[in-house]
């Protein structure tokens, strides 16, 4: 499928639409985006994570979906991964080999595409809340925090992206920042909503303390119960929940590899203003 509003003159006030794909360690989803709302066209598609998450298997499942889609424009895709001009330079919940593979030279070549995106999965999240979620007409400093088994981040300055911050290994307290409050820190040791927001203020005062944030988006699963413990962080900064949920990394992948300044030979990618 072409992007839809190139060769439909009724279409002036057009839709723009992007196609993203966010590889996790155990499912890969895409779709179509609309990039004037930042919603999904239509339904996503979602192949189980091949196991071992090699980068070929990975790259053979994401050239699937866009196949699904007959998606032949500009591609976006997230990995759990610190990437670095399209080259991968970690590996979360995916295959170690993954690491100084070449993400987008790989994915141009199995989805037969050279139009490729690659950026960090929190970051694709990040940019997607900005400019379409919880960030959504914020200006100044934004930062997204995915809440989960650690803690993922993403900074953004008037909806320019500073790429792959990885905060949640920051050390605060003596303890890296995600084995303190990360959701599943709430879990492993029964703490209670008002227990776990007191370690997540703890982390949230030693961010801003560095970047004096103008807002904090607090995403991952457990921004769903947000009112059971947003409302007990003592941080002085404002805290909202993520909107976008299980779409943002689609949203984010599609939005960077349609944005101006992202480049799609480099595979390096940023923001895009509001």
């Known amino acids: ?17 992007g196609f993203g794909v966010d590889v996790g360690g155990s499912g890969i989803k895409g779709g179509i985006v609309d990039l004037n709302t930042g919603e999904l066209v239509g339904d996503r598609y979602k192949i189980e994570t091949p196991q071992p ?3 070929d298997a990975v790259a053979r499942t994401v050239a699937e979906i866009v196949a699904h889609f007959e998606w032949t424009g500009p591609i976006g895709v997230t990995l759990p991964a ?36 690659v950026l960090n999965d929190a970051d694709a999240a990040g940019v997607a809340e900005d400019k379409y979620g919880g960030g959504k007409g914020k200006d100044g400093v934004v930062v997204l925090l995915t809440f989960g088994t650690g803690i993922g981040s993403a900074v953004l300055h008037n909806g320019v992206l ?18 303190r409050a990360a959701s599943s820190v709430k879990e492993n040791k029964g703490l209670s909503y008002k227990e776990w927001a007191k370690e997540v203020s703890t982390v949230l005062a030693t961010f801003e303390a560095l970047l004096w944030p103008d ?45 101006a300044v992202a480049s799609a030979e480099t595979g390096t990618s940023a923001g895009s203003p509001h």
């Open 162 to 179: 500073l790429p792959n911050t990885e905060f949640g290994h920051m050390e605060i307290g003596g303890k890296e920042a995600e084995h």
């Open 53 to 55: 998450s090699t980068p």
């Open 1 to 17: 499928m072409t992007q839809p509003g190139s060769d439909n003159n009724t279409a002036a006030t057009a839709e723009r639409h």
């Open 215 to 259: 807002l904090f988006i607090a995403g991952g699963g457990i921004s769903r119960k947000s009112e059971k413990w947003i409302p007990h962080l003592t941080n002085r900064t404002p805290v909202v929940p993520a909107t976008l949920l299980n779409t943002a990394g689609i949203v984010g992948a599609a939005l960077a590899a349609d944005s």
């Open 82 to 117: 610190v990437v670095t001009n399209g080259v991968a330079r970690s590996a979360a919940n995916i295959d170690k080999s993954w690491i100084d593979t070449d993400a987008r030279a790989l994915f141009a070549k199995a989805i037969g595409n050279e139009s490729i995106t």
